[in-house]
């Protein structure tokens, strides 16, 4: 274990409902280690939903994410085909949600029986689904005003603002080792977890920090020019405009766009709505995948435009959004924590 008790060792065995016994002698190796952290989750390989699996662990706490049906207003569908194998339960909750206002747009090469009970159907060559993802990445940061994003969800629960040293690290603070952000209120470099501070998304700042690279190399810095990590993300979206998206998956630009900015007029930013007496913010847009969009190569840079998009309207396990299931694969299997 390290200095804090946590196990130096993680494993992952691609398939979270093989029998031990399939494993021959590897779980008695490690019942003879020790710890060992079998948190982060595993996929059923190639023939299931296999990136969403592992990073769905990681990210959500779950084994799947899916859309909050009963209160979602615009889904994007890249292939997940639910009336075909949603099962009773699920064909009955779409039909409802359809039938109150969704509009489920279905983004696919072919027609299936969910695209044809659709709002829309987009046909899109097979395996380019990122090169959409990305160009609806660019929209948001690139064509609309900030204004328009979730600014408090990106600067208080995400590391948007926190600065990126020369390396590609974090920059940290040299006592602490926590990382850095601007508060905008005094222009000064402070620890990610300072309370009452006002964090800046982007700009240019000079300061003093420390990067803790591989091996816990540390490279010191004295009046270093830095920028948030969330200006680092508008940079490198830039090139994925809708016209480079189009040129790969031969979606027309103007037909992503449009599919764009409609998931973000839906998306409510600001809004929020009452639980069972408790007030949450309300953000009824989600993007689903079908099993062939997120395993194979693709797969991971799917899931993560797939759940970066919501950070950026703060639509992410909140009502109507993207919300984690409660199944696991890791035990115990129905605790999410």
Known sequence: TDAVGYPRVAASFGGGGTPTAY???????????????????????????????????????????????????YVLSFGANVEASGGVCGVKRHADARNRGMKRVQIEPHLSVTGGASAEWIPIKPKTDVAFLFAIIHVLLHEHPRGRLDIPFLRNVTSS?????????????????????????????VPFDTKGVDPALEGAFTVDGVEVGPDNE??????????????????????????????????PAATIRRVTNEFLDHAHVGETIEIEGVTLPFRPVSISFGKTVNNGWGGYECCWARTLIPCLLGALEVPGGTLGTTVRLNRPADNRW
């Open 23 to 73: 494993m021959g002698t590897l779980p008695a190796f490690l019942g003879a280690w020790g710890p060992v952290d079998m948190s982060f989750g595993s996929g059923q390989g190639v023939k299931c939903t296999h990136s969403e699996h592992l990073y769905g662990e990681l990210w959500h706490r779950a084994f799947t994410v899916a859309p909050d049906t009963p209160l979602c207003e």
């Open 218 to 251: 540390l490279i010191t810095h004295r009046g270093i020019e830095v920028h948030p990590a969330f200006e680092h993300l508008v940079d490198h979206v830039k090139p994925y405009s809708p016209e480079w998206a189009s040129a790969i998956c031969d979606v």
């Open 161 to 189: 603002p926190y600065l990126i040293g020369p390396n590609g690290y974090f920059l940290r603070c040299a006592e602490t080792r926590k990382p850095l952000m601007i508060d905008l209120g005094t222009g000064r470099a």
